[in-house]
Nanobody, 115 residues
């Protein structure tokens, strides 16, 4: 059984920074990638960033140069460092684990960027 627990969300002013964490536990040895998605009310869940087993990373264009995804394999934890935050980054951020079968999702952590 896989469990993903996000943390690190909160309220920040435009231009500020946050670091999100996602701790994974359970049957995760077969995972091929981890990533982050975000969702606002009335919109589809949006891809933000991913990191694959070989260390390659991908980002949605709107966060390139501002967000950095990384992983600590010893702690089974993936991070999303978010810098130069903008109001349009406001969303619930979800951790995603890619598995051979259905993907695993965390419960989400709220990020609010506002003055």
């Amino acid at each position: 059984q896989v469990q993903l627990v996000e943390s690190g969300g909160g309220l920040v002013q435009p231009g500020g920074s946050l670091r999100l964490s996602c701790a994974a536990s359970g049957s995760i040895l077969s995972s091929t990638a981890m990533g982050w998605y975000r969702q606002v009310p009335g919109k589809q869940r949006e891809f933000v960033a991913r990191i694959s087993r070989d260390g390659t990373t991908n980002y949605v264009d709107s966060v390139k140069g501002r967000f950095t995804i990384s992983i600590d394999n010893a702690k089974n934890t993936v991070y999303l460092q978010m810098d130069s935050l903008r109001p349009e980054d406001t969303a619930v951020y979800y951790c995603n684990l890619v598995l051979p079968g259905p993907n695993a999702w965390g419960q989400g952590t709220q990020v609010t960027v506002s003055s």
